[in-house]
């Protein structure tokens, strides 16, 4: 089966760094993705991890341990616009190409 | 920017009734999605398809159906449509290149 977990909710401060991880078990792992979603919109596209190590984009990185089965979502300078869902989902190719999703991180930035 | 469309946006419509949710994509993308996603809560898989005349049941169990006859057009139908089918539906199409899944605006249904 295929498992992916992730903290429900997380505050942190505006200006702060905030680590979000993810833990998953999926056999034919392909990939991991992080996703965020505002309140009552559809989710947009962060990061997409294949390799081990860290991919920094601006102020959000993400870094993927394969053997481990880890992975997190680093937010750097934190902004109040920063509240929202971070979705991890793992693209898994057992009886072809999916894209699984957990359960998503509430994260609230307060001033 | 991805260019994929659903319609209708917001719809309240009475138990019974038939629905088509539809969903487009401009992008030439093989595979599409269909996800349910209740406020708050997380993305659940209902549909799935590879391309045309390919369609797959997700995780959730559905009592919707989809259809795939155009590469761009991925329809979802609720036959007759009960309150529990409440919910925010999101279509999603999927590159070849990166696999990254862009997403529809969402469909909010209401079943009163």
């Known amino acids: 089966g295929q498992n992916i977990d992730q903290p429900t909710e997380m505050t942190a401060t505006e200006g702060a760094i905030v680590q979000i991880n993810c833990t998953y078990q999926?056999?034919?792992?392909?990939?991991l993705f992080w996703y965020q979603q505002h309140a009552g919109e559809a989710p947009t596209f962060l990061s997409y991890?294949?390799?081990?190590g860290l991919e920094e984009k601006g102020r959000f990185s993400s870094f993927l341990s394969r053997s481990k089965g880890y992975s997190y979502l680093l937010l750097k300078e934190l902004q109040m616009k920063d509240s929202a869902s971070y979705l991890c989902a793992v693209l898994n190719n057992t009886g072809g190409f999916k894209t699984i999703f957990g359960a998503g991180t509430r994260l609230f930035v307060k001033a | 920017e991805a260019d994929i469309y659903q319609t209708p946006r917001y719809l309240v419509i009475g138990t019974g009734k038939k629905i088509t949710l539809e969903c487009s994509q401009t992008m030439g993308h093989d595979k599409m999605y269909w996800y349910q996603q209740d406020p708050g809560m997380e993305l659940h898989l209902i549909h799935y398809?590879?391309?045309?005349?390919?369609?797959e049941k997700g995780d959730l169990s559905s009592e919707s159906t989809v259809s795939r006859i155009r590469t761009e057009h991925f329809p979802l139908t609720l036959e007759s449509a009960r309150p529990s089918h409440t919910s925010q539906y999101l279509c999603?199409?999927?590159?070849?290149?990166?696999?990254?899944?862009?997403f529809g605006e969402g469909s909010w249904l209401t079943v009163v």
């Open positions: 991890n294949v390799l081990d």
């Open positions: 398809s590879y391309g045309v005349n390919s369609t």
């Open positions: 999926t056999s034919g792992f392909n990939g």
């Open positions: 999603a199409s999927e590159t070849g290149t990166g696999n990254t899944i862009y």
